[in-house]
């Protein structure tokens, strides 16, 4: 298949309020000329990021906190009212950095109907819409290198980041023969509002700006890569892991994590 094209399109894009979701719906408004939804929980966010975007292009907009059941059904219902989608970025997502145990029973349910059961229901719907469409649509499907690595103090996320890497290259193989492409982009840490706490501050040294991460997951999506791994370092970074027993290199990860973590947590008052 050749390469997508944006322009005069209509693109999905979920946990667009912030960060890399926000990111990507300025560049493909800007720089592709697409039509864009942006999906998320905070409406004030959203109606901001269509103010700002309309002088270039038709942005509209979806509320919704796909977490909840039913949720995902919804906004792509509302999506089809607005336009036929020819693309769809799957960026909505939640993490906990600290012990596994410091996590609630209540918000690891949160985090997995969120990363996990509404990414799933999403693409459930999604991809039967765009291979009715034949027009070569695809599918982004924001993961992380959490995914691709073990990566402790982030035990949950990085079990819910697995399971995307897993489920959406498999569906690569599945589906591009059907005339639909999926792919998986596994970016590492990002500057953007969800590594804004202070259990970050030692790792800021590792996180990529958000805007050259972006340009990477259009390029990705835009090319139909089976799997986009952004930023030099991350890359052969990813190449070199490969040649090390994953235990050492999960337990140097963990001990520059644990560094940060402790240094930047207060004592408990007693």
């Known amino acids: 298949m050749k390469s997508m094209e944006f322009s005069g399109r209509w693109v999905l894009v979920t946990g667009a309020s912030s960060g890399l979701g926000a990111e ?10 697409a039509n864009v939804i942006l999906v998320a929980r ?22 919704g906190d796909l977490g909840q059941e039913g949720v995902a059904d919804r906004v792509v219902a509302e999506a089809e009212k607005i336009g036929p989608l020819y693309a769809a970025v799957l960026n909505a997502g939640i993490t906990h950095f600290g012990h596994h145990d410091e996590l609630p029973w209540e918000e690891f349910r949160k985090m997995l109907d969120l990363n996990v059961v509404a990414t799933t229901r999403l693409i459930t719907l999604l991809l039967p819409l765009l291979e009715g469409r034949k027009q ?17 103090y982030q035990a949950a996320y990085s079990g819910t980041k697995a399971f995307l890497v897993n489920y959406g290259c498999s569906l690569h193989h599945e589906m591009e023969p059907r005339g639909v492409t999926v792919t998986v982009f596994a970016p590492g840490g990002i500057a953007t509002e969800m590594t804004a706490g202070e259990r970050f501050n030692d790792l800021r040294g590792w996180l990529v700006p958000v805007g050259p991460c972006a340009r990477e997951a259009i390029w990705g999506l835009k090319r139909r890569r089976y799997l986009t791994i952004p930023g030099i370092v991350y890359g052969w970074g990813a190449r070199f892991t490969r040649l090390l027993p994953q235990s ?10 644990r560094h940060s973590l402790f240094k930047n947590t207060k004592p408990k008052q007693g």
């Open 248 to 257: 050492v290199l999960v337990g140097r990860v963990a001990a520059q994590y």
């Open 136 to 152: 070569n649509g695809g599918i982004l499907l924001v993961a992380s290198l959490a995914g691709l690595t073990p990566v402790s």
């Open 42 to 63: 905070r409406e004030d966010r959203l109606k901001e990021l269509q103010a700002e975007l309309s002088q270039f292009g038709r942005v509209e907009y979806v509320v």
């Open 24 to 33: 990507m719906a300025r560049q493909f408004v800007r720089e592709h000329g």
